[in-house]
């Protein structure tokens, strides 16, 4: 979770927290409830934002099966839910021992890569949409986190 509020909290077993410790207390919490509005407007928009993703991979790859299409949104879709609890505890391992690791797997036996690295550029281009560059900064990392650790350095097309 957050090291610094952890900190704090051991501390203020012993005594009272300084001004300096209940500033950065107080910070912890603010950036805490900030990112509980990403993920809040996350979970209530979250149709909205694959249905448009859907559509514009859908004409991407015209070409490609359908069902492999709807397997990889679907994995995106949960890579979403995961990155949005990961930030909010802020912990990116969370990430990757709760679904990436065992997700990567499959994406490599699918040979799906070149649809999802495109699932993630259309999914951080339409979460632009909904979030300001703030909000952006704290949630992309974890998406990229995905990214990186699913499509590798190879993509097959």
Known sequence: MYPELQQLIHEAE?????????????NCINNLQNK????R?????????????????VAKFSDSQEKALETSLQHWLLITRYSAMAMLLNNPE???R???EWLTDVVEARESQSID???????????????????????????NQAKEYLVKDTVRA
């Open 98 to 100: 709760r679904l990436l």
């Open 14 to 26: 012993y005594n009272y927290l300084q001004s300096d410790d209940l500033e950065t207390f107080s």
């Open 117 to 143: 690295s495109a699932v993630h550029s259309l999914l951080v281009a339409q979460l632009k949409n909904f979030l300001n560059a703030s909000q952006m900064n704290d949630l992309e990392p974890f998406l």
């Open 94 to 96: 969370f990430l990757e």
């Open 41 to 57: 407007l996350l979970r209530d928009q979250e149709i909205e934002i694959f249905q448009t993703v859907a559509d514009k991979l």
């Open 36 to 39: 509980m509005a990403i993920y």
